[in-house]
């Protein structure tokens, strides 16, 4: 039937889908790349930033599975998302304590060319998220994801640079623990939006 806007909406998901399959692609490797070197450069800053790239990799995952399903499915894959986010930043945490205890010598040069790649990849990302955000709260979760990527992206090369420059390894445990005390308010955000979208479509708030 023409004229009734099917094609629009077709074309309107499969551009989701498309987009959503590379943000995850790239947010998946990312972290495994992110994770690898975080662990070789002894860099909390990298582990975060890794494990916030894990994070998008869910969202985007439970974005896909929402694509074109009803409201309420919507509102609960944006609340499986926000814990995710909750218990990975709770993760960070106490990884950057556990290294504080231990001690911990962060290699500067693996730190900054990482998250610069990093950067590169969730600059684009957030680009075509953002094109498509108010498409749901699904999506919107998965923009905010990235956002968090790019400025813990930032965090993690200016720590490294003021690790070259003066030796200062616990700057790299701050901006580790940093960027999971923002992952966890982003959480916090995420379940808020998921928690009023829940209410909308007629389902009790958990």
């Not at 290294?99 to 680009?127: C, H, K």
């Not at 701050?174 to 479509?201: H, N, P, T």
């Amino acid at each position: 039937m023409t004229g009734c806007g099917c094609e629009a909406t077709a074309a309107k998901t499969a551009a989701q889908r498309r987009t959503l399959t590379v943000a995850l692609a790239l947010n998946g490797t990312m972290f495994v790349v992110g994770m690898i070197a975080g662990v070789i450069a002894q860099s909390s800053g990298l582990v975060a930033d890794s494990l916030d790239m894990l994070a998008d990799a869910c969202a985007y995952a439970i974005a896909l599975s929402a694509i074109g399903r009803d409201d309420q499915f919507k509102a609960r894959a944006a609340w499986a998302s926000g814990t995710v986010l909750l218990v990975l930043g709770m993760g960070v945490l106490f990884d950057a304590a556990r290294r504080g205890m231990l001690g911990s010598a962060p290699d500067s040069a693996i730190m900054m060319a990482v998250a610069t790649v990093s950067l590169l990849v969730n600059s684009v990302v957030l680009y075509l998220l953002g094109q498509m955000r108010e498409d749901g709260v699904h999506l919107n979760a998965t923009w905010i994801f990235t956002k968090v990527d790019v400025i813990a992206n930032l965090a993690v090369i200016l720590a490294g640079a003021l690790v070259w420059l003066g030796g200062y390894w616990f700057i790299d445990l701050i901006v580790g623990a940093g960027i999971g005390l923002y992952v966890i308010k982003e959480a916090f955000e995420i379940l808020g939006s998921a928690r009023r979208a829940r209410e909308a479509s007629g389902l009790r708030p958990r």
